[in-house]
């Protein structure tokens, strides 16, 4: 009776299911760039890889306002001559380099009839530059804005935006009493941008 009672101990034993082992938990990694290290694997030997963390933190500015830019005629005498013109404003923000924010502003003014006068301004206009050490991962605040128009007066026209969009307002003067494009004076063809605040994320390289 107790050899029967001693194999069914050494059967149950062999028998008895052992837990695995626990999974052994993966690294943080941050921006997939080698993490915190850890034990060596993507982060190199022991944390080599994670030397930086590629911290993301927010910068909020208000560039310096864009006053009086004058378009260059491209068509056309220099007058419109109280036919319109039609006016295409367009401003946009790109990041350059990885580290510069740049405003591509375009303004475009044609007349309505005659000898169709015609006048472009199409330029990058650097606005902000990161500091040694961050780059610029991405732009959060609006990085777009368009206004078209049909001029009606000599005066100049004030467009006002809301605090959402990226500029506060343009202010844009297109047909005026003499000639409009050419001398970049009061009495010609401009515009002015007028900024709201900008965010952008700044990323510790």
């Not at 993507?42 to 994670?50: A, L, M, Q, S």
Request: glycine share 12%; with cysteine; hydrophobic share 30%.
């Amino acid at each position: 009776m107790a050899l029967l009672l001693t194999m069914g101990a050494l059967f149950y034993t062999g028998c008895k299911r052992v837990p695995p082992e626990p999974p052994t938990p993966s690294p943080t990694v941050v921006d997939g760039t080698g993490g915190t290290g850890g034990s060596g694997g993507t982060g190199g030997t022991g944390g080599t890889g994670g030397t930086s963390n590629n911290t993301i933190t927010p910068h909020t500015f208000t560039p310096n306002n864009l006053i009086k830019l004058c378009p260059q005629r491209i068509g056309g005498d220099r007058d419109f001559g109280g036919h319109g013109p039609n006016v295409s404003i367009s401003v946009s923000l790109q990041v350059s380099g990885g580290s510069v924010l740049r405003a591509h502003v375009q303004y475009h003014l044609i007349e309505t009839q005659t000898d169709w006068t015609e006048a472009r301004y199409d330029e990058y206009i650097t606005l902000y530059t990161a500091p040694a050490g961050k780059a610029i991962s991405e732009i959060t605040s609006a990085d777009y804005l368009n206004y078209n128009y049909t001029d009606y007066s000599h005066s100049p026209l004030t467009i006002s935006f809301n605090s959402q969009t990226l500029a506060s307002k343009f202010i844009s003067n297109g047909d005026t009493s003499g000639n409009d494009v050419g001398n970049c004076t009061d009495d010609d063809a401009y515009l002015s941008v007028y900024w709201n605040p900008i965010t952008v994320q700044l990323r510790t390289l």
